[in-house]
């Protein structure tokens, strides 16, 4: 239900807009979701970055920075052929995206909608691509969470690009903890076997694999590993933020 004009500063009189990252008492813009202050942040990953990773370095063909790194260049032989990230994984983004996965705020949608277009349009251009694939999650945590945030990122990258979304190309079949969560020796236990093929027909295809945030890249790879399983030719990995 939409709230009518003539109520609509009465209701900000008694609960006033907050900033979204900082709780800082907002002014101006009724619209706006964060301060001037956190507005300011800028988080963005630029070119130039790792051909494999993603992650900024000095200049083009330059060696990545994090060759050592479980942060940087991949410390593991990855099923994707490479990743790109929008932003940095720090607030105010790092709130926002909490807000949006786990309380399901749609008022903070628009903006990380805003960052993930912003971010393909700057690191995805050189790259064919056929469909846009979203991580799923499996059944169970779908459904207490009644929403997946990769496929919601997904749909929206479509609407900004024309890309189509396969939706049911890939399956998660085995409910595994949250990697963000394990230490890092234990990240990518569990993983095996935990996605397989789904029905929509991948073979031949150049995909962009998208999730919401990449921790090592594990679950992305073991996502991607069954897509090759299906048959696709081409895997760009792209998640809205990248802990660094």
Wanted: aromatic share 8%; proline share 8%.
């Amino acid at each position: 239900m939409k709230i009518s004009e003539t109520i609509r500063p009465f209701i900000h009189l008694l609960f006033p807009p907050v900033c979204r990252a900082c709780g800082k008492l907002l002014s101006g813009d009724p619209s706006a979701i964060l301060c001037a202050r956190c507005a300011s942040q800028d988080v963005s990953l630029k070119l130039p970055v790792c051909d494999l990773c993603g992650l900024p370095v000095p200049a083009p063909a330059d060696p990545c920075s994090f060759p050592s790194s479980s942060h940087g260049c991949i410390p593991f032989k990855p099923a994707f052929d490479c990743i790109r990230s929008a932003v940095a994984y720090e607030n105010p983004v790092r709130e926002l995206i909490h807000q949006f996965k786990f309380q399901g705020s749609r008022r903070v949608r628009p903006y990380l909608q805003s960052l993930f277009a912003d971010g393909a349009d700057r690191l995805l251009g050189n790259f064919h691509l056929d469909a846009i694939v979203p991580v799923p999650l499996h059944w169970t945590r779908h459904f207490s969470r009644e929403f997946n945030q990769a496929d919601v990122l997904a749909q929206s990258l479509s609407r900004h690009s024309g890309i189509p979304v396969l939706a049911d190309a890939v399956r998660r079949c085995k409910r595994t903890y949250p990697q963000s969560r394990l230490g890092g020796k234990w990240r990518g236990r569990g993983l095996e076997a935990a996605f397989c093929p789904g029905t929509d027909a991948v073979s031949g295809l150049d995909l962009l694999l998208v999730d919401d945030v990449m921790t090592t890249g594990q679950t992305i790879s073991a996502c991607a590993a069954a897509l090759r399983q299906a048959g696709a030719h081409h895997i760009v990995g792209y998640t809205l933020a990248r802990r660094i």
